[in-house]
């Protein structure tokens, strides 16, 4: 039968664009089933060279031993476009009845520091894996180790997980697994559970296709075991809910998996991902995430009448370095059958575990570890310990697992005295052995005024903030002396002083030691006293009086020769201005005037002087009460907040609030507050919208001991309070997308062009009920603040008179608002609500272009496009042979040459058809990627 050549053409068109989609991938590929977890391990390099960017590697592969597969070389990508090719391995054992493992080891040198994903793709999945959505066996096996390459860094080594995944799960029954990782930094150790990841290629294309770019992603139809097991339910176990919905779920910090319990429906194979992530400790900072290990692992389950084993482990506990830590572990088993007895984690050797005897009835084991200076760290040890027993029958192995947390903290610092230095009554010399742990990094130093009772055990390190010691010092852990001169002021007389130091270590592993004991010294005679730091008169001109108690002499201590007072600007500044001296005894009170009250808070600070002693002996600092408020923001009603840093306590009785209504001239008691060591709060409700409040506070303070002042009466500034202004509620016009469409696909040139440029058109009204009272009058401007992308942070862009802005000159429309008004005060109202706008996803490849130099069509670009960062645009010609990639110009720009990239001088394509695929990324708020496929015409 003959066919019109019209047919044959498309017969022949449809033919090249299948043979091209099967060489994108879509062709079948060999399949395997031989791997059933692994993980990488990393360190960076311990020679002498010690490049910061040289890595090495581990990777630990277990594989089926009934599988003819066999993992005999592997393909490592680097994260940063390249790779290494058949790395033999370099280690092979048998783990289990049914399991290998294999062993490869690899390194890199980067070019660069940064972040990057290390991975391994293996061979396809298994068929039939439940918790996936069929066919399984087209899924790539794929785990991934990140590093940090950061010099700042120093050596650091990624989690090794010491437990095998080789256990097996039986119906009905308990499943446990724990990696029992451990880091040799002593870093922080999570560990959390994530869906099982493809790549979409295997190796060998992903190098010829994908430039050594792995793109994993979650399978689809992942669901973790329990969810797909909707029969399953609870078994007696350990904080379990016999009969609830079953569980899968990770312990954060241990590490423990627990599956309870899979039922009798559940038979089968399943994987799951376990991600143990790595925290590096940072001084003064936030833990920071550097590193992670993915282990992807295969769980089976199986009918049996085999029962677990059950295990018994020493409690957790705390020991001081150097002691000897010995534990007994047990296990039986319901069956009666022998059981062998495991131990995983970080510290064997030098720590040691071994078998005594299998059972029946019991099941022994010894485990012994000798701990040193070098072992304190703030984090326990963990040590896993697992029970299997041998079962009869055919049946499979069971196990039972707990984890046994040891913190090893250091001992504490010996023999600590303190005693007066000779010749001056106001400082104190502290003495102790030189520490034992010689790895500490400081010796912190803690004085309180007063005796304790503080017993620490051998959990209680450093000081607990309740006891009320306070920081006064730190040393070298090399040093064992320490002089307190309470910071160059001298300490005051008529006080006894206890002092407690402990021990530091450095980071990352950190850890403390336990406190020593106490050593006092008392002081005699009585200083002078700070009494009062009293606001007179709220002014920018504004009188704050000072007044202070003389000081009493005794043996040793003559009285002094004079006063000189001392002023800081700002409650918590030291007061080095000097602003009043007299030689006058009794002379201890100063009138501080030309003060700005209005809204600033003053420090001072006395100093004493003999004619005995050069050095002058320093009481306070004492500070004014500073009040400060605001219109509460959900409510109607003003918040007050007071603070004060001052040597007496007004905690003892209440602070008094007083108030001056609108139109009134008299303060009146409004509450009474008990206020805290540094200050207080109190929210006044009963307001009337839009009226304006003024408010001060006094507080009564007291010093602690007999016949020391007391009921020390001292005043804030005054504060006047208005209602807030009223929030806006922003609208922002949407961008009309089909206009845009449509003005590009009646154009006969690419649409946008490069100059184009989008505006945002902002409108806003005032909500007058919100918060609660707020004042819709008075307001002189409101501040536009904008949000470019997703991951930036709101920023202000302008600010305006009117109810409208016009936001202009645009890359792309996407961008979300928010507007806030200011009253003619100063108040500011809460931000409105965001208004974003989203960028039009358009895109739109035309089938044709003529690049014959004649200035028209010479490129392929998009016909119609949103906004772009970036795209990467691939050819193929009609066997699929790549013959041109870019991906450096948003806007494609080929010019119909091959072989290489962009930017490079190549011979031209013949005329003809290619097919092609471009990866856009687009400059949208939610940097939305597509991928598009077709085909393009070169005609010249």
């Not at 060999?30 to 090495?56: C, E, L, M, V």
Request: charged share 15%; hydrophobic share 35%; net charge neutral.
């Amino acid at each position: 039968m003959n066919l019109p050549l019209l047919c044959w053409g498309r017969r022949l068109f449809l033919g090249l664009t299948l043979a091209f989609l099967l060489l994108l991938g879509l062709v079948p590929r060999a399949q395997g089933s031989h791997i059933r977890a692994g993980d990488i391990q990393a360190k960076s390099d311990t020679t002498a060279a010690r490049n910061p960017r040289r890595i090495f590697f581990k990777m630990i592969l277990y594989t089926a031993r009934s599988s003819p597969v066999k993992q005999e070389s592997a393909t490592f990508f680097f994260g940063d476009g390249t790779n290494i090719q058949n790395v033999p391995r370099t280690g092979f054992a048998q783990v289990s009845a049914d399991t290998d493992i294999n062993v490869f080891y690899f390194e890199h040198t980067y070019n660069a520091l940064g972040q990057y994903n290390v991975s391994f793709v293996g061979e396809l999945r298994k068929a039939n894996i439940l918790n996936m959505s069929p066919p399984t066996d087209r899924y790539e096996f794929y785990i991934a180790t990140r590093i940090t390459i950061d010099p700042a860094l120093g050596i650091n080594r990624a989690p090794v997980l010491t437990a095998p995944a080789i256990d097996k799960a039986a119906t009905n029954q308990v499943y446990l697994h724990n990696p029992a990782a451990y880091d040799a930094d002593g870093d922080s150790l999570t560990y959390e559970l994530a869906p099982s990841q493809r790549t979409g290629s295997l190796a060998d294309d992903i190098i010829k296709l994908y430039n050594n770019i792995v793109r994993p992603t979650d399978i689809p139809g992942f669901q973790y075991p329990n969810t797909r097991d909707a029969p399953g339910v609870q078994v007696p176990y350990v904080n379990a809910t016999v009969g609830a919905k079953s569980i899968f779920q990770i312990n954060r910090n241990t590490g423990l998996l627990v599956w309870n319990a899979p039922s009798s429906s559940s038979v089968g194979e399943y994987n799951t991902q376990v991600i143990v992530k790595e925290w590096r400790r940072v001084a003064g900072a936030r833990p920071r995430l550097i590193g992670q290990v993915i282990r992807d692992m295969q769980i089976i389950v199986e009918p049996s009448t085999n029962l677990r084993p059950e295990i018994t482990i020493p409690r957790d506990i705390c020991v001081v370095a150097g002691t000897t830590v010995n534990g007994a572990v047990t296990a039986t088993d319901p069956d009666r059958n022998p059981v062998d007895l495991f131990a995983y984690g970080g510290i064997f050797p030098p720590a040691t575990f071994g078998q005594t005897s299998l059972g029946p009835p019991t099941a022994r084991g010894t485990f012994q570890w000798n701990t040193e200076c070098n072992d304190v760290r703030r984090d326990p040890y963990l040590v896993t310990f697992k029970a299997q027993d041998r079962p009869v029958g055919g049946n499979s192995p069971l196990i039972d697992e707990k984890v046994w947390s040891i913190r090893v903290v250091g001992p504490p610092p010996q023999n600590l005295r303190a005693q007066l230095i000779s010749g001056s009554g106001a400082r104190a010399t502290l003495t102790w052995d030189r520490y034992i742990c010689q790895q500490a990094s400081q010796i912190l130093i803690f004085r309180k005024e007063g005796p304790s009772n503080f017993n620490p055990d051998s959990c209680t390190t450093g000081i607990p903030a309740g006891l009320g010691f306070v920081q006064v010092g730190a040393v070298g852990a090399n040093l064992s002396s320490f002089v307190d001169d309470n910071n160059g002021q001298g300490l005051q007389r008529g006080k006894t002083y206890c002092y407690r130091i402990y021990a530091v270590f450095p980071l990352p592993k950190g850890g403390e030691s336990i406190a020593s004991a106490e050593a006092c010294v008392t002081i005699s005679g009585r200083s002078a006293l700070m009494r009062n730091v009293t606001v007179d008169r709220t002014d920018a001109n504004g009188q704050i009086t000072v007044r202070w108690s003389k000081p009493t002499s005794s043996a040793g201590f003559t009285e002094p020769a004079g006063y000189r007072l001392f002023r800081a600007t700002g409650q918590s500044a030291n007061p080095t201005q000097q602003v009043y001296t007299t030689t006058n005894l009794n002379d201890t009170v100063f009138v501080d005037t030309g003060l700005n009250t209005v809204g600033t808070g003053y420090n001072y600070r006395l100093e004493f002087f003999t004619a005995a002693s050069t050095t002058p002996e320093s009481v306070g600092p004492a500070s004014s009460v500073l009040l400060t408020g605001r219109p509460d923001q959900g409510a109607a009603g003003n918040v007050l907040n007071w603070t004060y840093n001052v040597p007496w306590n007004n905690a003892l009785q209440p602070t008094v609030i007083f108030r001056r209504e609108q139109n009134s001239t008299t303060f009146t008691q409004l509450a009474t507050v008990t206020g805290t060591a540094t200050g207080g709060t109190y929210t006044d409700r009963s307001v009337t919208s839009g009226d304006t409040y003024c408010y001060y506070v006094r507080t009564i303070g007291s010093y602690s001991g007999e016949n020391l002042p007391k009921d020390l009466v001292n005043l804030s500034q005054e504060l006047c309070i208005r209602a807030a202004p009223c929030t806006p509620v922003l609208t922002l016009r949407s961008l009309n997308c089909d206009s845009l469409s449509s003005v590009g696909s009646a154009s006969n040139v690419a649409f946008p062009p490069a100059d184009f440029t989008y505006t945002n058109r902002l409108t806003w009204t005032l909500d007058s009920n919100n918060p609660a009272g707020c004042n819709p009058n008075g307001i002189v401007y409101y501040r536009i603040f904008y949000q470019a992308t997703a991951d930036a942070p709101f920023a202000l862009i302008d600010s305006v008179t009117t109810m409208s802005y016009v936001h202009r000159n645009l890359p792309s429309s996407a961008g979300c608002y928010q507007v806030q008004a200011v009253d003619n005060i100063g108040q500011r109202s809460n931000l409105s609500n965001q208004a974003c706008a989203e960028d039009c996803l358009f895109f739109l490849l035309p089938n044709i272009f003529t690049p014959n130099g004649d200035g028209v069509n010479d490129t392929f670009v998009p016909k119609i496009s949103s906004p772009v960062r970036r795209i990467t645009f691939r050819a193929f010609n009609r066997w699929g042979v790549k013959v041109y990639e870019g991906n450096q110009d948003p806007r494609i720009n080929w010019s119909g040459g091959g072989n290489v990239g962009e930017g490079s001088s190549t011979p031209r394509l013949a005329d003809g058809m290619y097919f092609y695929q471009a990866e856009v990324e687009f400059l949208d708020f939610n940097n939305t990627k597509r991928t598009y496929k077709g085909w393009v015409q070169i005609n010249r």
